[in-house]
């Protein structure tokens, strides 16, 4: 447990292992054996699934006609663009919807004059296609509504607009609650009748999807001898940002977008990128997994969190250097106000929850304060699930009405739960992992009762010890440049695909010292060979460790400063041998 104020502070986990798979991985691929370790460690077990995983080639993506409603999508859609119809992208405020209509407005734009752009201002509308802005659509002349990263349960909205003579086109990827909405194609592999075999896009990897089908529609048309053939391959650095931004599985598609992308934004291609970089301080670097999700994805969620998701949606856009500095900045100011109110929000919970452990608190946490942003809670709620492995809802109250968001572990459904809490809920949408509530203020008492009951309903027994989840346990001399060379080929990380953590015991300490922030720097010893660590804010450890023993768990890296490169450890956890 993170909160723990003993060794080791989590559960160890060591996963079963099949060493046949192991050898026919390092027989057929010529992989280190910990390498074909960890790989078996993931369910990949057979070698063309290895080198598809190892290598993610754009010609592995799914055909995008297997989603239900794609084919009913495209012709919509072909047919606005031959009626020169006008139409809007009607997106979600986080880094998804703004990638998201970014990739489909800068796809559409080059042949098509009539097609705009908006995104709800979070505070004053809230999540979702609305009544007002339907009515502004149809004043302006707009005919087609595209929703993108929203939609799938916007039913009465969607029932007005046509009532108002205006089609729409979902593209979700929202859990679904019920019917459908009467729109003219809900493309979103969730829906019980759609044969995409990858059901975990994020809404930028749908709208990716949908410019695949629709390039090829409009080519077998003819389209492209009086237009510029697209490459949509320029358009990955954006998917993978709203892909990790959306913390979606980087598995399958995912994987190959994400994989792709961060080499498009390593590169510089795309203006507005090359100014977040540089105001986030990464600028000349290799972009990796961590470095969009904390320096990049923040700066472009702060937008839509505290001020407009238009200046990061014209950021994005942008072709000129100097506007797009000058936005990047903005961006970043806006970050920065974030994390300040974030932090605030942060310290408070602390207090009110203490030590859940202790007290024997099994329950989610779910909380409400008429003075949180709304737009900053769910950025908490998901440190507090990071550092007490349980479900959280932080609830934002106003005039009576609390906006909510929720975060949860791999073990519960959080969707599925606030399903069954709808009596208590004015509405609700999200996934598996993250959702969104709006809830009457006197039902919150209720709801959080309720909610913890259907907790323990999902799995009576379930445990809310944090796991450490090892994938091998190895030697210390195993960590050598040329592994660390063969982890690289396991990136980009992130959910489901997690760094790589071994285990090496009896081991010993020297030189140890707090550095930043509370961080514990320290040389291991064991089998002839000495490694750098770093502990990041564990320096309150530090007399419990010397002269002992240790068993330790943690991700081999490189590590970089000053020009030069050295492997280091950095650690997940340590146990004290007796």
């Not at 447990?1 to 060591?14: E, I, Q, Y």
């Amino acid at each position: 447990m993170n909160v723990a104020k003993t060794l080791p502070t989590t559960r160890w986990r060591l996963r079963e292992e099949n060493q046949d798979v192991q050898k026919l991985l390092v027989r057929e691929l010529g992989l280190s054996p910990l390498i074909s370790r960890i790989l078996e460690s993931r369910d990949i077990c057979d070698p063309d699934h290895a080198r598809r995983y190892l290598s993610p080639s754009l010609g592995d993506l799914h055909n995008p006609f297997l989603m239900q409603d794609m084919n009913k999508a495209i012709d919509r859609m072909i047919r606005a663009i031959y009626h020169n119809e006008r139409m809007v992208i009607y997106g979600d405020y986080d880094a998804d919807g703004i990638t998201s209509v970014v990739v489909l407005l800068h796809f559409l734009r080059q042949i098509h004059p009539g097609a705009t752009y908006y995104i709800p201002d979070r505070m004053r509308e809230g999540y979702g296609l609305n009544r007002e802005a339907v009515e502004r659509f149809r004043s302006e002349g707009i005919s087609l509504i595209v929703t993108v990263d929203c939609g799938i349960s916007d039913y009465e909205q969607i029932a007005y607009a046509r009532q108002l003579g205006m089609g729409t086109i979902i593209l979700d990827h929202h859990e679904i609650s019920g019917a459908l909405p009467e729109a003219e194609a809900a493309v979103n592999p969730n829906r019980t009748d759609c044969r995409f075999p990858f059901k975990h896009l994020a809404a930028v990897g749908i709208v990716f999807n949908f410019l695949i089908a629709l390039r090829g529609a409009l080519r077998r048309d003819g389209f492209w001898k009086k237009y510029a053939y697209p490459n949509l391959k320029e358009y990955l650095d954006l998917v993978a940002l709203g892909t990790i931004g959306d913390i979606a599985p980087l598995v399958d598609e995912n994987r190959i977008f994400v994989k792709i992308g961060l080499d498009l934004m390593t590169e510089d291609r795309r203006v507005g990128l090359r100014a977040l970089k540089l105001v986030s301080g990464i600028d000349h670097q290799v972009v990796d997994s961590d470095k969009a999700s904390f320096a990049l994805i923040p700066r472009i969620n702060a937008a839509g969190r505290i001020a407009s998701a238009s200046e990061a949606v014209d950021l994005l856009l942008s072709e000129n250097q100097d506007q797009a500095e000058e936005l990047a900045g903005k961006l970043d100011g806006f970050n920065r106000k974030r994390q300040v109110m974030e932090k605030l929000i942060f310290n408070e919970l602390l207090e009110k929850v203490g030590d859940p452990f202790e007290a024997g608190e099994i329950g989610p946490l779910v909380f409400a304060s008429p003075n949180w942003h709304p737009g900053v809670i769910g950025i908490v709620a998901s440190k507090l699930v990071e550092r007490f492995g349980r479900p959280a809802i932080l609830i934002s109250l106003k005039d009576g009405i609390g906006k909510g968001s929720g975060r949860s572990v791999a073990g519960f459904n959080i969707y599925e739960g606030l399903k069954r809490c709808e009596s208590l809920l004015l509405s609700y949408g999200g996934h598996r992992y993250a959702a969104g509530i709006s809830i009457p203020e006197g039902n919150i008492d209720s709801f959080a009762v309720r909610f913890r009951e259907i907790l323990r309903e999902n799995d009576p027994a379930i445990d809310f010890t944090v796991c450490t989840m090892i994938d091998a346990q190895c030697s210390l001399k195993d960590i050598t440049h040329e592994l660390l060379s063969q982890v690289e080929q396991l990136a980009p990380f992130g959910n489901r695909n997690p760094e790589p953590i071994l285990c090496v015991r009896n081991v010993s300490m020297a030189s140890p010292s707090i550095v930043g922030n509370n961080h514990l720097k320290m040389r291991i010893n064991g089998d002839g060979v000495s490694r750098n660590s770093i502990w990041f804010s564990k320096g309150q450890f530090l007399q419990d460790l010397s002269s002992a023993m240790l068993d330790i768990v943690f991700t081999p890296q490189m590590n970089t400063w000053n020009g030069s490169s050295d492997i280091q450890l950095k650690m997940k956890d340590i146990a004290v041998n007796p």
